[in-house]
């Protein structure tokens, strides 16, 4: 949580490369989390040029180092209104997004409000994890295009430490 997370808060269409690890996001912005706007944070990103019509899609990335494995990673995301995370581009987690393919324009599924805003959301999942660069990417979206606020903060924390990767 508060780490510095890479963005593009362009309302462009990034299609499904920005999930993977080789993608090279070094034109987005950096900043820490948590990120957002209309709530407190320490990052605003851009809503574009309409406030009557702000992007649906925020997108965050972070590359961290593994050198050892583990049988499982619990992850923590705040997200305002729903999000959809990846680990080296395979989707581990979903909250409050529909089913389905999630496109750049997929409104989240309701709008998240009072305390759900500040709330972080658990997943548990295997860990796809390699040996040296790793990637998380989240995408970030609005229930409608007038919402007044986005947020998001991630931790993800490794369990039973299987020693080095090969």
Known sequence: MGSVWKYLDNGSDQGTAWRQRTFNDTTWRS???????????ATKVSYGP???SKYVTTYFRRAFQVTHGYTGLTLRVRRDDGVVV?????QVARS???TG???Y???AATTVDGSGETAYVTVRFAAPLVKGTNVIAAEVHQA???STDIVFDLELVGTGNTGPLA
């Open 86 to 90: 990846y680990v080296n581009g395979i």
């Open 101 to 103: 393919t999630i496109r």
């Open 31 to 41: 900043g820490a989390a948590p990120l957002g706007y209309g709530d407190p944070v």
């Open 144 to 146: 409608a295009r007038s």
């Open 105 to 107: 324009n997929t409104l």
């Open 50 to 52: 309409k406030a009557s």
């Open 96 to 98: 409050n997004m529909p």
